[in-house]
């Protein structure tokens, strides 16, 4: 049976046979038994990494330590409010963090504790703990963004929609009459796709 590790975009965490492209980890989220306890972050970091580091193999729950969480791809992973890690992805953090300051205006890349802090102000709800979502003009979004459409989480590419399961993305859709979409996506993520950060993305999405 699979294990409660894997992250949806709208940020449940979920037993799921898939693995997908990358992992990553909001600190030690798992009981001894191996199963999930109340809570879903220890740590405002949420990253995502690959899946080989060096060849080393690790214990996807290891006591008291963090907790393996497995993405579809990275737009998923983007949606759900994760970043790319500084240490095993660095180059791709070192492009995330250039697109961040670039959306921004800003004259240096921001550390990666800063941009943590902003990230977790737009993907949890304080109240509820839920995900934060944003309504947005459809025509204003960027390739790698996620909404919900017809009541699914969805990719948006080249203004169309791609309709996101486990078992990879669906045909392109054209929304006709779509003005406003529900943005999975946080702000903070929609910026930085803007600017330029291209996302990997699953070979479904990428072969439709």
């Known amino acids: 049976?699979?294990?409660?590790?894997?992250?949806?975009?709208?940020?449940?965490i979920v037993a799921e046979p898939g693995r997908g492209l990358l992992m990553g980890n909001r600190g030690?989220?798992?009981?001894?038994?191996?199963g999930l306890g109340a809570a879903r972050w220890r740590s405002k970091a949420w990253i995502c990494c690959v899946l080989d580091w060096k060849g080393v193999q690790r214990d996807p729950m290891p006591p008291g330590r963090w907790t393996a969480l497995f993405f579809f791809d990275e737009a998923v992973a983007l949606a759900a409010g994760?970043?790319?890690?500084?240490?095993?992805r660095r180059s791709d953090f070192?492009?995330?963090?250039?697109?961040?300051a670039r959306g921004r205006g800003l004259?240096?890349?921001?550390?990666?504790?800063?941009?943590?802090?902003?990230?977790?102000?737009?993907?949890?709800?304080p109240r509820?703990?839920?995900?934060?979502?944003?309504v947005q003009e459809f025509v204003t979004l960027p390739d790698g963004a996620m909404i919900r459409y017809d009541g699914r989480p969805a990719l948006v590419l080249d203004q169309q929609v791609l309709p996101w399961s486990?078992?990879?993305?669906?045909?392109?859709?054209?929304?006709?009459?779509?003005?406003?979409?529900?943005?999975?996506t946080p702000m903070a993520n929609l910026v930085v796709l803007k600017a330029g950060f291209a996302p990997l993305l699953h070979s479904s999405a990428v072969g439709n």
Not at 82 to 88: A, E, I, N, V, W
Not at 172 to 181: C, S
């Open 1 to 12: 049976m699979p294990l409660q590790n894997r992250v949806l975009p709208t940020q449940e």
């Open 28 to 34: 030690s989220l798992h009981r001894p038994d191996r």
């Open 82 to 88: 994760h970043r790319p890690c500084h240490y095993c």
């Open 94 to 100: 070192l492009r995330y963090a250039g697109a961040w």
């Open 107 to 125: 004259a240096e890349r921001p550390r990666a504790p800063a941009m943590d802090a902003v990230l977790h102000s737009q993907r949890v709800e």
């Open 128 to 134: 509820t703990r839920r995900q934060r979502t944003t």
């Open 166 to 184: 486990w078992a990879g993305y669906e045909k392109p859709r054209r929304p006709r009459g779509l003005i406003e979409a529900e943005v999975l």
